[in-house]
Every structure is written in C-alpha cells, then in structure tokens.
C-alpha cells in the first residue's frame, strides 16, 4: 500500500499558475508511476496527466502545453505545474499511484477553483 498526500491546491484567477505537489510513503517499490486525475464539479473523475519511474510522461489532451508533470524520486513527490488556468480547469485534483497502468492508489484529493 501506497499512502498519497496532495496540497497545494487553491484559488486562483483565470490565466493565473498553481503547482500541485504530492508526497508518496509506504511500499513505493511496488509502484512505477505516479500521476493526476481531476473530478469536476457534476463530474466523472478524469486523467490529467502520469509520469513513469524514467521519466515517460502522457497528458490529457486538454491540459497539454498548460501543465507539466515533474517527479522527484529521491524525494518520492510528483508535483503538477499548471499555468495559464481557464475555469474549465476547477476539479478536486487527486494524486495516484500504480503499476503497469493500474492505479489503486490515491490521494485525498485538493480542490483547484479558477475563477472567471
């Protein structure tokens, strides 16, 4: 089991910045990538963004050239780097954990609000 701690979340104008950070403890050899979510308001959770052990990062076409996913190994923490924020982007923003594509573990979650 993987424990997750998201912060950093918050509210923030549109086109404004906010960078997510997430701590990872616990059996973090059973896991090769680490990554985003986010659930709207009214809405189904959905992918962000992952990024693998070596570095292979993916997004979700919605967020591609506004956020980056970075991870720190030595310090067990991925950090999400979002910028030019549009209202559309307000979503509790939850942080995973997994293997081979399975995530079965996840953060708390922080809320994002981008205002018009």
């Known amino acids: 089991q993987v424990q997750l701690v998201e912060s950093g979340g918050g509210l923030v104008q549109a086109g404004g910045s906010l960078r997510l950070s997430c701590a990872a403890s616990g059996n973090i050899f059973s896991i090769n990538a680490m990554g985003w979510y986010r659930q709207p308001p009214g809405k189904q959770r959905e992918f962000v963004a992952t990024?693998?052990?070596?570095?292979?990062?993916n997004y979700a076409d919605s967020v591609k050239g506004r956020f980056t996913i970075s991870r720190d190994n030595a310090k067990n923490m991925v950090y999400l780097q979002m910028s030019s924020l549009k209202p559309e982007d307000t979503a509790v923003y939850y942080c995973?954990?997994?293997?081979?594509?399975?995530?079965?573990?996840w953060g708390q979650g922080t809320q994002v609000t981008v205002s018009s």
């Open positions: 990024i693998t052990n070596s570095g292979n990062t």
């Open positions: 995973t954990a997994g293997k081979f594509g399975i995530y079965s573990n």
